[in-house]
């Protein structure tokens, strides 16, 4: 007890060191100094920014760098104007707002009870509007009558901009005039540092999503430009808050439903959607927690006033040591993939803290004991599926380094630039031509992107089928089958027989010397029957 208690203290110390820190007071937040240091972090187009341009749909994931006004309506407009335009030129987006917390201060201001949900919110705008009067943005004790569209979208406590020139996209740091203390949190995701190096600073995270995107390779180098700006799609939250909380809503409630992280975590390389809803956690939400649990309230009341009943992806993922906050990393483990220099780490003091983390977030519902021998199952499981692939591995990339490949030096073109080629890379599931990839190598790409992740997120989300039958391990025995079959056969077919990978050089020397050897024996067995003969000749 007395260690974990030191640990926390030691914990608040550090969050509370840094600039941009989840659990800052109010009054510690230098919005310009967050506003400043977001901008100069944010990669833009990333390092490969040469190779590409952007498509007229990506001014909407990445308006900072590529939003303009349009020119459809010139001149000055006032905030009422805006509300009165846009009610009949987009209905659907007016009255979302209309429905909104932004469009209905009054009524938080004015709560008369305290057991209402969302009473928490009076005390939440008041911390805004102090927010806005240290930016001057208000005169202190001044409160906002709405939040209209020309806050979100020219300047707040603006009465009028130039359409043509002033309009805005919002991004994270337009959110975070207001919701400062949030923009915080989810920024100092990006503190974040791996023991070992295994990812580097920041990553994998929502804080990071636009970097890690831009500067992946192949993202960069295809020429399909309309079919790569569908990863932007969900690697945008560097950018933008309307991911979680849909504009023009900005609901919280919608936010705390797990059908909000549902558009992007899903499908094959990180079904957790799936996986969460086939769980007994998910059964519990679609036939309880629907119908009766309480969203309104925020995540630290879920149970005692919320109702809920079993876990939420933001009750597990927001929460660490009991506080809850948009810095959604403070307990990751395993991150977006599975890896040898993760699994042969987890003994580490940073990973077991974390895991003794995720016990404590288990044992809101389990007992200490379930959560960790459940957690250790599930890593053992995960090293389980990492050894098989990482088996794979080898004899994938000795048919590449051998040269054995169907088509490897006849009709194998590069990959487009800044990509490399290599065995089964991460480009092949997104790039083909001629021999490149071959099918060996496009099953192996399955497997350390698809299947192995598949069974992780199965093993975590405690998901039976997620890494049994339907997905996970029996997916990844299938593709290691392909992978040994097409390894047989390619050797054989090249008069290669070698086993474990070994090369034709080393094979023909094994060869050339195995000959020998026979000769050698054959010779002196001659020679010894010669000799044999000679002598009974002589008797």
């Known amino acids: 007890m007395l260690t974990k208690i030191l640990k926390s203290m030691l914990f608040l110390l550090f969050v509370h060191a840094l600039p941009s820190v989840a659990y800052a007071k109010q009054d510690d937040i230098s919005f310009q100094q967050l506003k400043d240091k977001y901008y100069q972090d944010h990669p833009g187009k990333g390092k490969f920014g040469d190779l590409w341009e952007p498509i007229p749909i990506q001014k909407y994931w990445n308006p900072k760098d590529f939003y303009k006004p349009p020119t459809t309506v010139t001149g000055e407009v006032t905030r009422e104007q805006c509300v009165v335009c846009h009610q009949s030129v987009t209905p659907g987006a ?36 102090q927010q806005l009067a240290k930016q001057g943005l208000l005169k202190e004790g001044e409160q906002l009558k709405d939040v209209g569209c020309i806050d979100c979208h020219g300047s707040v406590g603006a009465k009028s901009i130039q359409h043509d020139k002033d309009l805005v996209m919002p991004d994270r740091a337009q959110c975070g005039t207001c919701h400062t203390t949030e923009f915080a949190e989810a920024e100092s995701e990006k503190e974040q540092e791996w023991p070992q190096g295994q990812w580097s600073k920041g990553h994998p995270s929502h804080a990071m999503d636009w970097k890690a995107n831009v500067e992946t390779a192949i993202w960069a180098g295809m020429a399909e430009r309309e079919i790569a700006q569908g990863c932007d799609m969900c690697h945008y939250q560097q950018n933008k808050c309307d991911g979680c909380h849909t504009r023009h809503t900005f609901s919280a409630a919608e936010a705390r ?32 927690g629907k119908q009766k649990w309480n969203f309104e309230v925020p995540l630290k009341d879920a149970i005692t006033k919320g109702g809920y009943t079993a876990p939420t992806c933001q009750t597990c993922h927001f929460e ?120 060996v190598e496009r099953v192996y790409a399955d497997m350390w992107e698809h299947d192995v992740i598949k069974l992780y997120k199965g093993l975590f989300h405690a998901n039976p089928g997620g890494f049994t039958y339907t997905e996970g391990w029996s997916e990844l025995m299938r593709d290691y089958a392909i992978i040994m079959d097409e390894n047989t056969k390619l050797r054989e077919a090249a008069g290669k027989t070698a086993q474990n990978g070994e090369s034709p050089t080393r094979a023909a020397l094994r060869e050339f010397k195995d000959a020998v050897a026979s000769r050698y024996v054959l010779g002196s067995l001659l020679v010894a029957a010669g000799i044999v003969v000679i002598r009974s000749r002589k008797r």
Not at 261 to 273: L, Q
Not at 386 to 395: F, I, W
Not at 416 to 426: L, S
């Open 320 to 439: 660490f040591e009991g506080e809850y906050s948009h810095n959604l990393v403070r307990k990751v483990r395993w991150a977006f993939n599975p890896t040898p220099a993760i699994a042969d780490n987890l003994s580490h003091p940073w990973f077991e803290d974390r895991k003794e983390a995720w016990q404590q977030t288990c044992s809101n519902c389990h007992s200490p004991s379930f959560a960790e021998s459940y957690l250790t199952a599930a890593d053992k499981g995960t090293i389980a599926g990492l050894k098989v692939e990482q088996e794979a591995k080898k004899v994938v990339e000795a048919l590449y380094n051998d040269g054995l490949l169907p088509g490897q030096k006849t009709n194998r073109p590069q990959p487009p630039k800044p990509e490399k080629d290599a065995a089964g890379g991460f480009f092949q599931l997104f790039w083909a031509k001629g021999n490149n990839p071959s099918h």
């Open 94 to 129: 007016f009255h979302a707002w209309q429905n909104s917390t932004h469009a209905n201060l009054d009524k938080i201001r004015n709560m008369p009870n305290a057991k209402d949900p969302r009473f928490y919110k009076k005390a939440k705008l008041a911390e805004v509007e």
């Open 257 to 288: 439903q797990p059908e909000a992280c549902s558009t992007c975590h899903n499908g094959v390389d990180h079904n957790e959607w799936e996986n969460y809803l086939l769980s007994k956690h998910g059964t519990v939400y679609l036939t309880q």
